[in-house]
């Protein structure tokens, strides 16, 4: 079946033009009561234990809304329009929409890519043969900062390869179709395009702790959905622990989201550090890995042959909400 085709991919394609204003009045034209908190997110493993909290019963939709959306540019044009309050970010985009304006602030770490973003190719194409390739990636953060890092791998520059745009959720499909020779993607699109033959090229493994996905809040709803801010997190924890005491369960769940089988659900959690509510907290310590980690970013930004203003990384995380 085409992925287009899917009746969960159709009601994401709506929510697609939700964010983008294509009907406006029944996402953000009012103002949602105050305990009704908004919260964008695209699919991705370590972003699901809020949708699993809420089928479980965990989270009340009268509280919490999950804003279902096709790419994280469609998420920070929501934020920055106020359509929703909160969203799954990587932590450069979270980054850019401050340096851009829009006051967010980081207030938990869902995981830690450590393999689940990955660069992968049609054989026989390697990094030694990446020279002049059709590259699909997305026109975001994450899909800069990894073609970015494959390219110096393979010792090349941006004017090497021919740059395709293709959003996440396409990549799988284009690269089926052969549109592109190399393709920069995410579970649950990695594993499946490998078991289909993809070779992997290079992956977020190879990045330290440069990709991190944190739930960022624009900073008026901090005081305003405080309650809602916890009881979310409270349900993102609860979820992951089922995860743990009961995989076929969590598993069975999470599949259709996931657009997996569930018996294939387990192991696109296996490229990512999912870090409980202690280590959120010393991660959020001043100096700690997310203000390393903006650092680091911010001077590759630096680095580049278009420098961009530098974000502010002053006051830009807050552990109040998570459990003691």
């Known amino acids: 079946m085409h992925y287009f085709e899917h009746p969960v991919a159709r009601r994401r394609q709506l929510l697609h033009w939700l964010a983008l204003g294509a009907a406006a009045p029944l996402l953000g034209a009012c103002s949602p009561p105050d305990s009704l ?103 975001s953060a994450i899909g800069a900062t990894m073609l970015g890092a494959v390219l110096q791998a393979a010792g090349l520059a941006l004017d090497q390869v021919q740059k395709v745009t293709v959003t996440l959720d396409r990549t799988e499909e284009v690269f089926r179709r052969g549109a592109v ?8 699109w990695v594993s499946r395009l490998e078991k289909s033959g993809a070779q992997r090229l290079f992956d977020s493994s190879a990045m330290a702790t440069r990709i991190v996905h944190v739930l960022a809040v624009r900073a008026q709803a901090l005081e305003t959905h405080a309650a809602a801010l916890r009881y979310l997190i409270a349900g993102h924890f609860a979820a992951q622990a089922l995860l743990r005491r009961d995989a076929p369960k969590a598993a069975a769940a999470m599949a259709a989201r996931l657009q997996s089988a569930a018996v294939d659900v387990p192991p696109l959690f296996r490229g990512l550090q999912l870090p409980d509510a202690l280590q959120n907290r010393q991660m959020m310590r001043p100096g700690a890995l997310l203000d390393r980690t903006g650092q680091a970013l911010q001077k590759a930004w630096v680095q580049t042959a278009s420098p961009q203003t530098p974000a502010d990384l002053r006051r830009w995380a807050d552990s109040r909400f998570l459990s003691a």
């Open 181 to 188: 020779d190399v393709v920069v993607s995410a579970e649950p």
């Open 37 to 139: 908190l908004r919260v964008g997110s695209i699919v991705f493993p370590g972003y699901e234990f809020m949708f699993l909290a809420r089928d479980m019963g965990l989270l009340d939709e009268r509280r919490v809304r999950m804003v279902e959306l096709l790419a994280n540019t469609d998420t920070l044009r929501a934020l920055a329009a106020g359509q929703i309050e909160a969203a799954a970010l990587t932590l450069d985009e979270m980054m850019a929409a401050r340096r851009d304006g829009v006051d967010l602030r980081a207030v938990l770490v869902y995981d830690i890519s450590a393999g689940a973003d990955a660069v992968l190719a049609h054989a026989p194409v390697t990094l030694k043969t990446l020279q002049d390739k059709r590259i699909g990636v997305e026109d």
